[in-house]
């Protein structure tokens, strides 16, 4: 980076000494927000002195505060403004609340908001932030075409940035900032460290164990491999040398977990109710996850554990879990029952010896 300020007399030319105040608008969801982590680091490598907010839904906020990239979370909850609305003298709160942050963003006084999300919503908080430089995609990579009005530099993502992140880092372009090497960091508190290494060893892992993560959640009914699929996977590689089985889940997925260990041959763990650095703390001390496309898989390749993603109606080629040691297998017919368990044995077996190879 070149290292210059915003002219407010011209949106579009960076010049100056100094670019002191940026915002990054990723909302969600938290598969989402943990691909838009390595924007904040390369910005963070790209010159000190920086200050750097994030605006993230309420739900998600939990992965950045506190995050070391970060001088700022803001907070905010869509979600819960679109239930309110509905209710009598619910549009009311909803206006005032949005004021309160209307204001507070545009006190901050942004030199430059990057919009990561490319809805109308991200949008409009990108609007808000009265940042002279506003940075998007173009109407044809936006997820909402009308996105592009509250942004006045667009950029158009080159062909060889095929997976989301290299689509997100591609918006420095602006900047002046080269990428580099793409670096997540996803810190987890020594307190969460603990208490999971002590629930595996009440339920005997050894250091030496081969712990698979199996994952069998996902956001939506049709991005969820078929709980009889994960529980022929899970017997397989239950007979991997060392290998012990821990079956995760999240809000109103436990049925799933426990429908995989109920009918396995092998013993499998299953996983207590975990917040997210707990989660992280699980996947980090694993040696593979095995998942749909879902915010754990993400979390598993953002903390450098190799990761299997299986993909149907989304390409895994744009949203698979991201590096050296990660895969995503995608449905021949995009359906995730259409993706054969032996497909996703081997892809895992791959994994494992790779991972064990000198």
């Keep these: 980076m070149t290292?210059?300020?915003?002219?407010?007399?011209?949106?579009?030319?960076?010049?100056?000494?100094?670019?002191?105040?940026?915002?990054?608008?990723?909302?969600?969801?938290?598969?989402?927000?943990?691909?838009?982590?390595?924007?904040?680091?390369?910005?963070r490598r790209a010159r000190s002195g920086l200050h750097l907010t994030w605006i993230v839904e309420a739900r998600e906020y939990a992965l950045l505060n506190g995050h070391p990239d970060l001088d700022v979370v803001v907070p905010v909850d869509t979600r819960l403004w679109r239930r309110l609305i509905w209710r009598p003298a619910g549009a009311r709160q909803v206006l005032g609340k949005v004021r309160r942050l209307k204001h507070r963003v545009r006190a901050a006084r942004f030199d430059v908001a990057i919009d990561l999300q490319g809805l109308m919503k991200s949008g409009l908080l990108t609007a808000y932030t009265g940042a002279p430089l506003r940075i998007g995609f173009t109407a044809d990579r936006c997820r909402e075409r009308l996105n592009c009005l509250f942004t006045n530099r667009r950029v158009r993502p080159p062909a060889s940035a095929v997976h989301v992140v290299d689509q997100y880092l591609s918006l420095l372009e602006p900047l002046g900032i080269a990428p580099g090497p793409?670096?997540?960091h996803v810190p987890i508190p020594a307190a969460a460290d603990r208490r999971m290494e002590d629930f595996l060893g009440e339920q005997g892992v050894k250091s030496h164990d081969c712990l698979v993560a199996i994952n069998p959640g996902a956001?939506?009914?049709?991005?969820?491999?078929?709980?009889?699929?994960?529980?022929a996977l899970a017997e397989r590689l239950a007979q991997e040398p060392g290998a012990r089985i821990l079956l995760l889940w999240g809000p109103d997925e436990?049925?799933?977990?426990?429908?995989?260990?109920?009918g396995l041959q092998a013993r499998a763990i299953l996983a207590p109710p975990t917040d997210l650095h707990e989660l992280g703390a699980l996947l980090r001390r694993s040696s593979l996850m095995v998942a749909n496309d879902t915010g754990p898989l993400h979390l598993a390749a953002a903390l450098g554990t190799?990761?299997?993603?299986?993909?149907?109606?989304?390409?895994?080629?744009?949203?698979?879990?991201?590096?050296?040691?990660?895969?995503?297998?995608?449905?021949?017919?995009?359906?995730?029952?259409?993706?054969r368990p032996e497909i996703a044995v081997e892809a895992a077996q791959a994994l494992l010896a790779a991972r064990s190879a000198p």
């Design 219 to 231: 956001g939506r009914a049709d991005k969820q491999w078929p709980v009889e699929h994960f529980r």
């Design 3 to 43: 290292g210059a300020a915003v002219s407010r007399g011209d949106p579009g030319r960076i010049s100056g000494p100094a670019l002191l105040k940026i915002a990054i608008v990723k909302l969600s969801s938290l598969g989402d927000v943990i691909h838009a982590l390595p924007v904040a680091r390369a910005l």
């Design 254 to 262: 436990v049925h799933m977990a426990r429908q995989i260990r109920d």
């Design 306 to 339: 190799p990761s299997l993603g299986l993909f149907g109606p989304t390409r895994a080629e744009r949203n698979g879990p991201y590096g050296a040691h990660c895969r995503g297998v995608q449905s021949p017919d995009g359906t995730m029952a259409g993706l």
């Design 182 to 184: 793409v670096e997540f």
